[in-house]
């Protein structure tokens, strides 16, 4: 069975405690929280002060998706604010491990993530040090964007490469994910699926969660 995070992104803001209870409802296990910085993305969101209010009313596990220039500065503040993963961009930092490394010694899961145009050689070395790996299958910065059917053969690549370390790492995809495309990437070794727009848009967030879990 895949996990599904559906990603705060596309939730009425306004009212997130009631958005959150209403995944929760409605299946999900994890929550995404997708934090933009302007530089890295061309939008900017949230930051630690929103994952600290968010973990004082859900036991979710809060999957942090750092989308910013400089992470390292960054990690403490949302390993203190109550993250249970924070994945960085393998194209943000000159040695991702030295972050991954840092974010694991400090008691949270460490994940490492790829834009559409980055080619899998680039973390080949690293993915037997992460909890995580995330494959992005938009350019980074907005909900509600196509998904790009060209990052599949990474997919299986990286999920053979999981295969092969033994060890428990999640292979999650973000970017565009519905109940048409959720099936293809479960079967080219999927286990996380992020979706915003199509849990948050839809009129029944139970049937949205369900459709991609059984897709
Ligand atoms: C995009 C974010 C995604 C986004 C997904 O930069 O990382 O998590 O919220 O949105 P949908 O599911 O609508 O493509
Ligand atoms: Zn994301």
Redesign the pocket.
């Known amino acids: 069975m895949v996990i599904v995070a559906p ?1 705060i ?2 939730a009425d803001f306004t009212k997130l405690h009631d958005e959150i209870r209403a995944v929760t409802d409605a299946g999900a296990e994890w929550l ?1 929280i ?1 934090v933009m910085d302007g530089h890295f ?1 061309p939008n900017i969101t949230v930051g630690p002060i929103v994952v600290e209010n968010i973990r004082k009313k859900t036991s979710l596990f809060l999957d942090c ?1 750092l ?1 910013i220039e400089h992470p390292e500065k960054y990690v403490d503040a949302f390993i203190k604010a109550g993250a249970d993963l924070i994945t960085i961009h393998w194209e943000t930092v000159s040695d991702p491990l030295v972050v991954i490394k840092h974010i694991k010694e400090s008691g949270c899961k460490a994940g490492i993530s790829i834009n559409p145009e980055t080619s899998f050689e680039s973390i080949q070395d690293i993915i037997p040090e992460v909890d995580l790996v995330l494959i ?1 299958s ?1 350019h ?6 196509r998904f790009i059917p060209d990052v599949i053969p990474k997919l299986k690549q990286v999920s053979e490469i999981i295969k092969k370390t033994k060890k428990q790492i999640f292979l999650q995809v ?4 519905n109940n048409q495309n959720a099936g293809l990437v479960k079967k080219n070794g999927a286990d996380v699926l ?5 849990i948050f848009k839809s009129k029944d967030y139970h049937s949205a969660i369900k459709q991609l879990k059984e897709a």
């Open positions: 990603s992104l596309s995404h997708d993305v998706h989308m992005m938009v980074p910065g907005f909900s509600g964007q973000d970017g565009g994910i992020v979706a915003a727009s199509y």
